[in-house]
């Protein structure tokens, strides 16, 4: 038998606590699956005396993550912090640095200094692994930098937010309101530390940034992600979205443009009938499009303690697997030196269907009105549909607009221009249309 694999892991929070309970409960399953022993040999939290549930027995105890990640007795330093910068990044950066083996989940840290840690790694001919960084449970990581070898990527796109998903889903099964959805989701153990992350979407763009590198060969750009939460998502959207044959999703798109790659992130109405809409709580649904392949969906649970040691768990054991001489694979697919810059797509140029839902004065000449400014942009209507005062009294009315393909541009146009007509009682609702299949 080979020596065991001695494994540090720098944070005991429900994550960290997960994979500390599998490993040791798993001890023997994983030894026969990667031929040598697994060991969590050390760890490193804040707070000694809580308790976590699991047995620390036999784990040297260090306060500093950067001195666990510093040790000359582990092999593999696993950050389970979390943040972009400090004890995280200091931790993994000395881990590296000291001939380690990374394993983290944390997409915001890979989503700021992935570039310059996977050229760390690469230089230091160690492994910097991060499946659980990408839509929990869900193996998409390895299946774009392994499997999908030789495809071109055209889109990549998905639900990659546990948190978004399980609210947006509840608010529309059950009717209940945004913030006891969201407490709900905390109080599982789904939403990030500071929920904000999540339900205005950076959660989702850390994520995208790192598949948009993976799937286009190009530097991680998280800066040029357009972004737009849930938080203003309301009832009246999920009924005129099913309605009219649609499922509201926080989606994260990242396709190659005529202009540049775009990247984006906002509440998006898909197909009811797409696999994509039938993808309910808390799971995580990828979509990849490349052109050997076609499309490959994967969907698995996307947040949460167990789904997101299973990830981590995974990263570990290919580590074990892996040999001295081995030549691992690049950390974005190619090597870091090689990424190409990640050339911004005008978002004013996006072309795709809209949602407008409008809020009006019940006045003659409005409805004209909006056709007209619909009309002077261009813009095709695929339905139009006006409510009578259900939603919003009886001077008002409801008026809710899909549009054929049309481009950013001519929407926010045509919205400027029915804002100045002055009919509007409120702030428009503009959803964005996605085709999937
Ligand atoms: N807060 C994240 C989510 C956790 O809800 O998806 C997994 O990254």
């Given amino acids: 038998m080979s020596e065991a694999l001695r494994v540090g892991i720098a944070g005991l929070g429900t994550v960290g606590a997960s ?35 699991i047995s620390l027995d ?7 993550p950067v001195a666990l990640a510093k040790s000359k007795d582990i092999d593999v330093f696993v950050e389970l912090i979390g943040g972009n910068e400090g004890p995280a990044r200091e931790a993994v950066k000395a881990a590296l640095d000291a001939g380690h083996h990374v394993v983290t989940a944390n ?16 230089k230091r001919g160690v492994l910097l692994n991060y499946e659980a960084a990408v839509a929990g449970g869900i193996p998409v990581i390895k299946t774009m930098r392994e ?26 099964a059950e009717g209940i309101s945004f913030e006891d959805c969201l407490a709900d989701a905390q109080r599982l153990g789904y939403a990030e530390a500071d929920p904000t992350f999540d339900i205005e979407g950076n959660d989702t763009a850390h994520k995208l940034a ?9 530097k991680i750009a998280a800066d040029d992600i357009y972004m737009e939460g849930i938080s203003n998502i309301t009832q009246a959207d999920i009924r005129a979205a099913s309605e009219l ?16 790659i775009e990247q984006r992130v906002h509440p998006t109405m898909v197909p009811t009938a797409s696999v994509i809409a039938q993808v309910h709580g808390v799971t995580n649904a990828v979509a990849i499009e490349t052109d050997i392949l076609g499309e490959l969906l994967l969907s698995g649970p996307g947040a949460g303690g167990n789904a997101t040691a299973s990830a981590v768990i995974g990263d570990i054991a290919d580590i074990a697997k892996s040999r001295p001489g081995f030549q691992h694979g690049p950390v974005f697919g190619r090597p870091a030196k090689e990424l190409a810059p990640c ?43 006006q409510h009578s005062d259900r939603d919003t009294g009886s001077d008002r009315k409801t008026v809710i607009l899909v549009t054929h393909e049309t481009t950013e541009a001519a929407v926010r146009k045509a919205i400027d221009g029915v804002t100045k007509d002055g009919h509007l009682v ?7 249309i996605e085709r999937a299949g």
């Fill in 19 to 53: 994979v500390v309970r599998l490993v040791t409960e798993r001890a023997a399953e994983l030894t026969r699956q990667c031929g040598r022993p697994i060991s969590i040999v050390a760890v490193a939290a804040r707070d000694r005396s809580r308790d976590r549930g």
């Fill in 58 to 64: 036999g784990m040297e105890w260090f306060d500093d």
């Fill in 107 to 122: 997409k915001a840290l890979l989503a700021k200094h992935g570039l310059a840690l996977a050229d760390a790694a690469e």
């Fill in 147 to 172: 499997s999908l070898a030789g495809n071109t990527v055209l889109r990549v796109f998905g639900i990659l937010n546990g948190t978004c998903n399980y609210i947006l889903t509840r608010m529309e």
């Fill in 210 to 218: 790192i598949l948009t590198s993976l799937a286009f060969g190009t």
């Fill in 245 to 260: 044959g649609y499922r509201i999703k926080l989606l994260g798109v990242a396709q190659k443009t005529e202009t540049g």
């Fill in 343 to 385: 050339k911004k797509a005008k978002m004013r140029a996006h072309a795709g269907g809209y949602f407008i839902r409008l809020t009006v004065y019940d006045r003659t000449g409005v409805f004209a009105g909006l056709a007209r400014r619909m009309a002077d942009n261009d813009i095709s209507l695929e339905s139009i549909v």
């Fill in 426 to 432: 409120d702030t428009p609702q503009v959803i964005r």
